[in-house]
C-alpha cells in the first residue's frame, strides 16, 4: 500500500514518526530548502517524486536510493499530479456573474481550450500528462467515496423551464432525502437538476430555484458557443440560494472532451478528466448502489448498455440495480428497457432492474438494494 503525501507539514510528521518513505508518493512538493535535507535522508525504495523540486544533489541522492523523480510539465493550464478532485470554485475562478463573457477567462474554459489546441489524440508528451492527471483523479474519487453511491444518467438538452428538469429536481430532493450520495456526468440538462435537488432541504425550495435559473433556462449546446452565453447559463445557477448544513454527497464526473457543456455549479465536486472513456467506465463502476437512467439520447444509451455489461458478466463486483425512470420512453420511444430484461434474464441481475414513472419507487427499490448488500 502507498502513502501520498502531498504537503510538508505532513511529510515532516511522517518522518517524525520515524517511518521511511519507501513505496511512499511525494506530490508537487518544494524540498529545495536545505533544512528539508533531513527528511529524505533514509530508505527511499521505490518512493514516487511526482512534479516535486528538489536541489541537483537532492536529486542524484534520491535516484541513487532507489527512488523514481518524475518532473513538473511546465506550460500547462492544469495539475499534471493533481492530487483532490475539483470544486465549482476551483473551476470557475475568476468568473464575474456581471460579466458572463469572463468564463473565458476560468480554469475550466481555459483548460479545454488548451486540449483543442492540442487536438485529438494529443502528441506524447500532452497525452501523458493527461493520463497522469486522470489517474489522480481516479484516486482522488476512490478517497471521497463512502457507502454505496448512486449515480443518475440523462441528456444534457434538458432545459430548465421543462416538466423534465423538474422533475429531475424532485428526483434529487428524494435521493438527498433518502442519505444517498449521488453522482451524475456533472453537466447540464438532468445532469444538473438532480444535484440541484439533492442540494435542497426539500420541496418547498423547488419553485424559488426554478425561478432564479428561469433568466437562462436554455444551455446553447455546440463546441462553438459564444463564452458569453455559457457566461449567462453560469451566473444564473450561482445564483440560487442553497441551504446550508450537512447534505448528502454530490458529485460530478464531467469531461474535457465535451468541454463546451460547462460542469454544473451545483455538485459539491467534480472528478474532472480529460479521457472520456476513462470517465465512462468510472463513474459505471463506482455507482455500486445503481444507477437511475432519465429519458436521455445515444450517450444515455450507450451508458445503459455499457453499465448491464458489467451486471451480465459480474465484472466489477454483484450486479447492481438498474432502474429505467420513464416508463414509456424506455419501453417504447428507445426501447432499451426489455433488450435488457431479456438479456437478463435468468442471471442475478434480472431481480435489479425496474422500469417505472415513479421516482419514488425507483429511490425505495435502490433502498432496498442497500438494505440486502
Known amino acids: 500500500m502507498r502513502i501520498e503525501i502531498a504537503e510538508l507539514p505532513s ?34 525504495d521505490g518512493a514516487l517524486f511526482l512534479g516535486c523540486t528538489l536541489r541537483p544533489e537532492t536529486q542524484r541522492r534520491a535516484h541513487a536510493a532507489g527512488a523514481l523523480l518524475f ?11 493533481r492530487s483532490r ?22 480554469p475550466d474554459a481555459r483548460i479545454y481550450q488548451h486540449t483543442q489546441e492540442q487536438g485529438h489524440p494529443p502528441d506524447p508528451l500532452h497525452a501523458l500528462a493527461e493520463r497522469l492527471h486522470d489517474h489522480g483523479i481516479s484516486e482522488a474519487l476512490d478517497e471521497v467515496l ?28 428524494q435521493l438527498g432525502q433518502a442519505g444517498f450520495t449521488v453522482l451524475t456526468g456533472g453537466g447540464p440538462g438532468a445532469m444538473e437538476a438532480v444535484p440541484l435537488g439533492v442540494r435542497l432541504a426539500d420541496k418547498s425550495g423547488v419553485d424559488d430555484a426554478l425561478a432564479v435559473l428561469a433568466s437562462a433556462p436554455r444551455f446553447a449546446s455546440g463546441r462553438s458557443v459564444d463564452p458569453a ?41 467534480h472528478a474532472k478528466y480529460f479521457e472520456n472513456s476513462v470517465r465512462e467506465e468510472g463513474l459505471l463502476t463506482v455507482a455500486t448502489g445503481g444507477i437511475i437512467y432519465t429519458p436521455g439520447s445515444a450517450g444515455t444509451v450507450q451508458e445503459v448498455f455499457q ?56 429511490v425505495a427499490f435502490l433502498n432496498s438494494y442497500g438494505s440486502v448488500e
Open 71 to 81: 518532473p513538473a510539465v511546465p506550460g500547462l493550464p492544469y495539475e499534471v499530479y
Open 11 to 44: 511529510l515532516r510528521k511522517h518522518r517524525e514518526n520515524g517511518l521511511d518513505l519507501r513505496r511512499t508518493v511525494l506530490v508537487g512538493l518544494d524540498l529545495t530548502d536545505p533544512d528539508d535535507d533531513s527528511l529524505l535522508r533514509t530508505s527511499l
Open 229 to 269: 452565453e455559457i457566461g449567462r447559463w453560469l451566473a444564473a445557477g450561482l445564483a440560487v440560494d442553497l441551504p446550508t448544513g450537512d447534505r448528502p454527497r454530490t458529485i460530478g464526473i464531467p469531461t474535457w472532451f465535451y468541454g463546451h457543456e460547462p460542469p454544473n455549479p451545483f455538485c459539491e465536486l
Open 146 to 173: 463512502t457507502g454505496m453511491p448512486v449515480a443518475v444518467m440523462g441528456g444534457h438538452a434538458l432545459t430548465r423551464d421543462s416538466e423534465g428538469y423538474r422533475g429531475a429536481v424532485e428526483l434529487g430532493v
Open 307 to 362: 453499465d448491464y455489461t458489467q451486471n451480465h458478466y459480474g465484472s466489477v463486483g454483484p450486479a447492481a440495480p438498474m432502474v429505467f425512470l420513464g416508463e414509456r420512453f424506455w419501453t417504447e420511444e428507445v426501447p432499451a428497457a426489455p433488450l435488457v430484461r431479456k438479456l437478463a434474464k435468468g442471471r442475478p441481475a434480472e431481480q435489479w432492474i425496474l422500469v417505472t414513472d415513479d421516482a419514488a419507487e425507483a
Open 85 to 106: 478532485l475539483y470544486t465549482p470554485d476551483e473551476l470557475f475562478e475568476g468568473f464575474d456573474a456581471s460579466r458572463p463573457e469572463s468564463y473565458a477567462i476560468t
